[in-house]
């Protein structure tokens, strides 16, 4: 399971090291592609092929559905991790989601996100701010049993 925050350092032709807790969960193979927040979503392997699945059963006739297969298949790439536990993550990637140097990795239980630090620091004030969650979740069932 992936979770917690991991801050990691790219070098200049984007090769990033994964945390060590990441090697479980990658030894499979793992996807990368565009997130929905201006970040990167990276995926096992089976987690990218159960998605997959799924955003194929959807209809090409839907307009919808065609940009969503654009939007995640287009731009995904499959990732090699070396010995040492690093990935080359593509240019046009890190300039989707405006990673320079710094990468704060979010761990999302089955999958990861990465994150330039300017806007992860964003999307915290967002999470943090106590009358907004009230709301926020509120239609959403959330029961610890």
Known sequence: MLIGQSELA???????????????????????TMGFDRNLLLLP?????????Y??????TDPLARSLLRFL????????????????????????AGIEQDI????????SELWAP???KKQIQILQHPDANNDRFASLFIAVV
Request: net charge negative; charged share 20%.
């Open 10 to 32: 790219i070098d200049k032709t984007g090769q990033l090291t994964l945390p060590p807790n990441y090697c479980e969960a990658f030894k499979e193979g793992a996807f990368l």
């Open 45 to 53: 392997s089976e987690e990218f092929q159960n998605m997959l699945r």
């Open 55 to 60: 955003i194929s059963s959807l209809s090409i």
């Open 73 to 96: 298949l287009g731009n995904a790439i499959e990732l090699n991790m070396d010995n040492e536990n690093q990935i080359n993550i593509p240019k046009n990637l890190l300039e989707f």
């Open 104 to 111: 704060i990795a979010i761990g999302q239980g089955e999958y």
């Open 118 to 120: 300017r806007f992860w």
